[in-house]
């Protein structure tokens, strides 16, 4: 079997190459990433070596190219990573957000439709949900919550989400869509929180947390992630949303104070700066169909996973060293100093 992967260069999408190469020894992978400054080729320097590995760098928009691609490598199945995926970026320039994100996918479903697969996935987000109350720990997103976004970034994948089962209903297209909570782990690109912060710190530089940091994301060790993806392209029923998320809810200055610890630093790098406009309180999922349906559950544990993945930041200092030591200063300049 032939998967097609965009956005492969990036954080999830490399993890998944590489499980997608251990875990199916038959199956080949091509890679399809425009290498925007969140993609890195040499992140998938371990996959390059790989015979069964291909690479393209090429835009999602590009229709042309992507045609091409398809009638060259003719894939089985289709998963579609490839986005603009950092909030705080869609609140700046929300444009790229939707030409990536809303028109990329169509293209993609597009190239589907005439070459023919077995399943185009969609990997989504539960940003699409907007939030909920922090004074309701009871209440979860389940795969029936309704559509209510907050930020640019969300609204382009709650968007591209109604395309996806558009093409499902108009064009019969069998496609399958994953909302999945905030993931963490290696190759993650140090704008996010978790690697932001283990770079600041290993850096003895500020640790800026929004508003007064008591928002809630609900994270999920991206190994985790992958593995579900791989369960619904195999087992998931086609026209089906898939919610991921392992239950794992914390505040973003316990995930800060903790990282602190982790890494013998002091509490006091921590710095309160200005909120993020529309900042959603909390996220978290209800997982219960994946559970049920396709046997997913959540294999690493946060404590262990923040601590193989703070071990993997520091013993790949060469890999965020090269990222922060470019344009990266120029974007944290933009978005953190006077905040
Ligand atoms: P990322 O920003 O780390 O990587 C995105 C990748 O897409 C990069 O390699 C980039 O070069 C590529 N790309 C961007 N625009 C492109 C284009 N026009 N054409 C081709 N390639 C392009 O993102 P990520 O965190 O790995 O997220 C991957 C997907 O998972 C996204 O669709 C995101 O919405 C979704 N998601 C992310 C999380 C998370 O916590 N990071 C959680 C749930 C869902
Ligand atoms: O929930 C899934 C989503 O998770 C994905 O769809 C997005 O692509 C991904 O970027 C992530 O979005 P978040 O906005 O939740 O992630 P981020 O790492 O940017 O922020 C996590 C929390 O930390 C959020 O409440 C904002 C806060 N934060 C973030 C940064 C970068 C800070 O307090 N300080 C910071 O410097």
Known sequence: MTVLVTGGAGFIGSNFVYYMLEEHPDDKVVCVDALTYAGNLATLSGAMRNPRFTFYKTNITDRESVFEIFATEKP?????????????????????????????????????????????????????????????????????????????????????????????????????????????????????????????????????????????????????????????????????????????????????????RELGKPESLITYVTDRKGHDLRYAIDPTKIHNELGWFPETKFENGIKKTIQWYLDNQDWWQEIISGEYQKYYEKMYENR
């Open 76 to 260: 089985d199945i289709v998963i579609n990573f490839a986005a603009e995926s950092h909030v705080d970026r869609s609140i700046e320039d929300p444009e790229i957000f939707l030409k990536t994100n809303i028109l990329g996918t169509q293209v993609l479903m597009d190239a589907c439709r005439k070459y023919g697969v077995r399943r185009f996935h969609q990997v989504s987000t539960d940003e699409v949900y907007g939030d909920l109350p922090l004074d309701r720990p009871d209440l979860f997103f389940t795969e029936e919550t309704p559509i209510h976004t907050s930020s640019p970034y969300s609204s382009s994948k709650a968007a591209a989400d109604l395309l996806v089962f558009a093409y499902y209903r108009t064009y019969g297209l069998p496609v399958t869509v994953s909302r999945c909570s905030n993931n963490y782990g290696p190759y993650h690109f140090p704008e996010k929180l978790i690697p932001l912060m283990i770079v600041n710190a290993l850096a003895d530089k500020h640790l800026p947390v929004y508003g007064k940091g008591e928002n809630v994301r609900d994270w999920l060790y991206v190994e985790d992630h992958c593995k579900a993806i791989d369960l619904i392209i195999r087992k998931g029923r086609v026209g089906e949303v898939y919610n991921v998320g392992g239950h794992n809810e914390m505040r973003n200055i316990d995930i800060v104070k903790l990282i602190c």
